[in-house]
């Protein structure tokens, strides 16, 4: 889980002066700075985040919504057995939650580091360094993903991949191809209204700041002009029919609650905000059989 406006850029003086900019980039410029950005936070993101993630949980965003009690890949009895795609698995956590329900999921991720991870937490490392804890891991991008057809019976993201990309349709319809006939694919992004208020976790938080229609991307550049972050925004209509374009259809969406025991501020997120605007946006999309 990531957000605009609260990406430490890296220690190296590189990047210290990084600008924060609204302009235009492609889906290249795009996946080099997610994956140069992830890898260089990493560390810091496993740091300060790890506890609230846990090892093995499956959390859908700072809200705390848990698919042990969500169900919105179904009944956890029902996912022994299946084989599980989740994308931008950052270090895995969702996926070894879903090893525990005894799926077979494989974790992908643009990220090295993440991945690293991903094995650092799941320990008894294999020879190949390939999996950890019954999690195939695998470092591929998502909007060329190397499964053959009808590979998985279930894909997920807890904010992997999907806010990052230029083009989600790309990302959505090679979902749609790995998935078999009558597959699920549940990703959570930021919710789309948090684009037009300030990414501040108090009160200045929560006035509108911009334009909710704006579709300029975010981006954290360095002093040659190289995107070294990059978050693209899409209104709520456009994620439904990107959804749609891709050959899926949309059975729910959910935007949780912010719940009275989740008292942390993560960037933007906080109990004061939560309690007023959604945070978090959850689609839940089936591939027709």
């Not at 599980?84 to 090893?99: H, N």
């Not at 190397?146 to 991949?161: E, R, T």
Request: contains cysteine; aromatic residues 10%.
């Amino acid at each position: 889980m990531n957000q605009h406006d609260d990406s430490p850029v890296t220690d190296s003086a590189a990047w210290d002066d990084a600008e924060a900019v609204r302009r235009t980039t492609g889906e290249a410029e795009s996946s080099r700075a997610s994956r140069g950005w992830w890898d260089r936070n990493a560390d810091e993101y496993q740091s300060e985040h790890g506890a609230f993630l846990g090892d093995d949980r499956f959390v859908w965003g700072p809200e705390g919504l848990d698919e042990a009690e969500a169900g919105l890949l179904g009944p956890a009895a029902d996912l022994k057995g299946l084989r599980v795609l989740e994308i931008g698995a950052g270090a895995a956590q969702c996926s070894r939650w879903l090893a525990a329900q005894g799926a077979h999921p494989v974790a992908l991720d643009l990220s090295h580091r993440q991945l690293q991870h991903a094995l650092r937490i799941g320990g008894d490392l294999p020879a190949d360094g390939t999996e950890a804890r019954g999690v195939a891991l695998v470092q591929a991008d998502a909007g060329v993903l190397p499964f053959a057809d009808g590979s998985f019976d279930l894909a997920c993201s807890a904010y992997g991949a999907v806010p990052f990309v230029a083009d989600p349709v790309r990302v959505f319809r090679e979902v749609h191809r790995v998935l078999r006939p009558g597959g699920r694919w549940v990703f959570s992004v930021t919710h789309p209204i948090r684009w037009a208020f300030p990414d501040e976790p108090g009160p200045e938080g929560l006035s509108v700041a911009a334009s909710y229609f704006d579709r300029v991307p975010y981006v954290e550049q360095d002093a040659q002009g190289n995107a070294v972050y990059v978050e693209h925004h899409r209104t709520l209509g456009d994620r439904v029919r990107d959804v749609v374009a891709a050959g899926f259809r949309l059975e729910d969406l959910i935007e949780p609650e912010w719940p009275a025991w989740n008292t942390q501020e993560w960037g933007g997120w906080s109990p004061l905000r939560g309690g007023l605007i959604p945070g978090t946006a959850i689609f839940v999309c089936r591939r027709d059989p």
